[in-house]
């Protein structure tokens, strides 16, 4: 039998609604970030470079481009022929076949894939995060402190501490207490979904809660553990971590890329990360284009001007058009002498000439304000803006839209345009 001392269960199912059209086609963890990278590359680099070769990545929703992207795992160094990164979609049994209900109830179905590899630990992690963290240095902590269960633990400002799993704990970082979203906080350590857990902790308590619906880390398996006075550690992670579940964070975790010294650093020789690269030919910058504190994906061709702007890969920029604060994801398509504002444009998408986004005052998207806001212009994959078209901020389009689809070549701000069959 295989022995690996600690291996990985990624989750990496969310469909992310938060996000809006961006995840409507593809699995949040595939979404593109950073111009070349897709989230669930930051989790698996810190695998490979925390020396944890074996991951399992439990997925669900829209998996295709997920699945294509992982492959065998080369770029991660994890093709291996013992371990390596598979990828656990749920899959038909004989007695009742059932989607994954919760992040645990996942893991649960994948009892036997862990079995396999007899682990000593477990290390359970989300697939929508952005950080660098090695893994070795908890599991470290784990051991010293003879923990059967670690959480990873950041501190938060007391006053966002209720809008998440707080953390109540001794002076050896023992922890006391827990509090799901708590209105009163008793302290400032914010769950960040990463966990430790002995092999045989977590076993008998996915087996013990089998039959909870919807089984839930935070809800049932932790609580488990705690009233069975087993030892619960917090380890404290001071890095940088970024949730980029809304919109608006996934915008300003690209744009923090782009500080001239920025504070997450995607080039650090000692630390990688790793994707899966096309070949593509080197960026082409016309003689009059223009591009100041961007990054520019390979095999991009630019004639207009982009400021503090991320660029995936294969993308083209028109003459005379002016890109600002803006992200526009891979071999999207951008015509002539348009002008883009705090737009987030998916991967394939074409905008013809004399477009305008981002335009005129702000006003609360109608169908979904809490997610279309901060004044973005949202775009979803493979649409098509017509010439000459003006949009306005806080408003989506998704879908292939003809001139018929706007009034007067116009979408005022806040206005939601999504075609029927685009929504699926």
């Not at 051991?143 to 050896?172: L, S």
Request: charged share 20%; glycine share 8%.
């Amino acid at each position: 039998m295989v022995k690996k001392e600690m291996i990985a269960m990624l989750l990496a199912g969310g469909q992310g609604s938060r996000l809006g059209v961006l995840t409507s086609k593809v699995a949040k963890p595939a979404v593109s970030f950073g111009s070349k990278y897709r989230i669930i590359d930051f989790p698996l680099s810190n695998c490979i470079n925390s020396g944890v070769d074996t991951v399992g990545v439990l997925t669900q929703y829209q998996p295709l481009r997920l699945n294509t992207h992982i492959g065998i795992g080369i770029p991660w160094d994890l093709d291996r022929n013992i371990g390596g990164v598979t990828v656990l979609p749920p899959y038909e049994k004989s007695a009742n076949s059932e989607w994954y209900t919760g992040t645990a109830n996942a893991i649960y179905q994948n009892i036997d894939y862990m079995e396999t590899f007899n682990p000593d630990y477990v290390l359970i992690l989300s697939g929508d995060h952005i950080y660098k963290m090695d893994y070795e240095v908890m599991l470290d902590f784990h051991k010293q402190n003879g923990a059967e269960v670690t959480i990873a633990v950041m501190p938060v400002p007391m006053e966002e501490a209720k809008r998440f799993g707080i953390m109540i704990t001794d002076e050896n970082r023992r922890i006391t207490d827990f509090e799901e979203k708590p209105a009163n906080p008793r302290s400032n350590l914010a769950s960040m979904g990463i966990y430790i857990f002995n092999w045989k902790t977590l076993k008998e308590a996915l087996l013990a809660n089998s039959e909870q619906p919807g089984l839930d880390f935070g809800k049932h398996l932790i609580p488990y553990c705690h009233k069975k006075d087993a030892p619960l550690y917090a380890y404290e992670f001071n890095g940088y971590w970024k949730d980029v579940g809304t919109l608006h964070s996934f915008w300003e975790a690209n744009m923090e890329l782009i500080d001239i010294v920025p504070e997450f650093n995607l080039y650090e020789e000692y630390w990688k990360i790793y994707t899966k690269s096309e070949i593509l030919p080197p960026q082409y910058l016309s003689s009059d284009s223009v591009v100041e504190k961007s990054i520019i994906g390979e095999g991009c061709e630019i004639c207009g001007q982009v400021y503090n702007s991320v660029i995936g890969c294969g993308v083209t920029v028109g003459a005379g058009t002016v890109i600002r604060d803006s992200i526009v994801m891979n071999q999207t398509r951008i015509g002539e002498n348009c002008e883009l504002y705090k737009a987030v444009i998916a991967e394939n998408v074409e905008i013809q000439d004399y477009v305008k986004l981002g335009i005129g005052d702000a006003v609360p998207n109608e169908t979904d304000p809490n997610i279309y806001d901060h004044d973005l212009v949202t775009v979803g994959e493979k649409s098509v803006i017509p010439k000459g078209i003006t949009i306005g901020k806080n408003s989506v389009v998704f879908g292939v839209t003809t001139q018929d689809d706007y009034t007067d070549s116009y979408l005022p701000s806040g206005k939601t345009l999504i075609k029927a069959g685009d929504k699926s």
